[in-house]
């Protein structure tokens, strides 16, 4: 219950009073700020009436945790403010209602990986279609140094430029990079494949994770993905929480408070300094970082104090279970296999063939 993802997750698996006993719990539209006291008292009751009517036993199955974890990664934002159903969730009176729900997915057998380390034996690589005609490029195995090194470059030029160019006033209306991870890198980014969730009627796909939890969805149609096989042998940062991730900021801080200034403060509320790890520093240290799905649930999205600092951080651009690979250390992709999208089935994705 530390982050909105992982409140998120939570206020998705409360089912309707008024239509049986399935989710998603239908939230009111506020008609004043939930901190208005008769408004907050409205949204209390509808939570505590949903809760009542939520069968926590039946909550816990892999489909319905798949569905809550998807929704809640599907409406992650960090370039404008949280959705309603957010601002509500961030209310800690709200969320504390949702602690049952929270201990609920816990004990479930299928969350308990969401609590591991990367898992080498199982990891995929994903490739999204772009250009025209569209193609599925081929993620980055070698030259990641000079990758990273030309990230670092950017962002420090970028930082340079914002803190030229745009005003001081955190609730300006600008924005520009909102995602603390080396993105547009062509870096490869791995996760595993979901364990099976088919129920009856339901359809048995084991996607991999990097195909199904996607923050900023495109709606793309069709993706590509390879098998990786990483050595045993490597040094893999684990992200499991907020402390975890402002650690790897004060040990590699790289500043971007002018750059990401405005997007986060319209997502977090906070104003004041901002720090991202400095990639190509970490690539010195470790050949990995990997976010756990419970480590993307209680940190994505919130402003995280750096230790040591007056900055703060946001875990944004991220997904649960991707693992960064740094330094040149994987060896050759395997076979790809391409996929198709399948609207109303989870995983959301079926093999082509």
Same mark, same amino acid.
Do not use: K, N
């Given at each position: *219950? ?6 998120? +997750? ?59 974890? *998807? ?146 969805? *495109? ?126 089935? +989870? ?7």
């Amino acid at each position: *219950m530390a982050g909105p993802r992982g409140r998120r +997750l939570c206020a998705e698996l409360l089912a309707t009073p008024t239509g049986g006993s399935g989710p998603p719990f239908r939230w009111r539209l506020l008609s004043a700020p939930v901190s208005d006291p008769d408004e907050r008292a409205r949204v209390l009751d509808d939570v505590r009436a949903a809760l009542a009517v939520t069968d926590l036993t039946a909550m816990a199955s892999p489909w319905r945790l798949l569905d809550a974890l *998807m929704a809640s990664v599907d409406q992650a934002r960090y370039w404008q403010p949280p959705d309603e159903v957010d601002q509500v969730l961030a209310d800690d009176d709200v969320a504390a209602l949702l602690t049952p729900v929270a201990v609920a997915v816990v004990r479930a057998a299928a969350s308990q990986w969401w609590a591991t380390p990367v898992d080498l034996a199982d990891q995929h690589a994903v490739g999204w279609p772009a250009g025209e005609p569209p193609e599925h490029p081929v993620p980055r195995t070698s030259g990641t140094q000079e990758a990273l090194h030309s990230w670092r470059a950017a962002t420090l030029a970028d930082e340079e430029r914002a803190a030229r160019e745009r005003p001081a006033d955190p609730a300006a209306p600008y924005s520009g990079c909102w995602w603390s991870v080396p993105a547009l890198t062509g870096l490869a980014v791995t996760g595993r494949r979901l364990p099976r969730v088919a129920e009856a009627g339901g359809v048995d796909r084991p996607a991999p994770v990097g195909l199904v939890l996607v923050e900023d969805e *495109m709606g793309w149609g069709t993706a590509r993905t390879w098998p990786v096989s990483p050595p045993t042998a490597v040094r893999v940062y684990e992200v499991t929480g907020p402390p975890a991730w402002a650690a790897l900021v004060e040990r590699y801080p790289l500043e971007v408070s002018a750059a990401r200034r405005h997007d986060w403060y319209r997502t977090t509320g906070w104003d004041g300094r901002w720090a991202i790890p400095d990639w190509a520093a970490v690539a010195d240290d470790f050949d990995a970082v990997h976010l756990t799905v419970d480590g993307y649930l209680s940190t994505a999205g919130q402003a995280v104090p750096v230790p040591g600092s007056d900055a703060r951080t946001v875990l944004a651009g991220a997904a649960p279970d991707a693992t960064w690979w740094l330094p040149d250390v994987l060896p050759e992709l395997g076979e790809p296999t391409d996929w198709r999208r399948a609207q109303g089935d +989870l995983p959301r994705w079926a093999p082509v063939g």
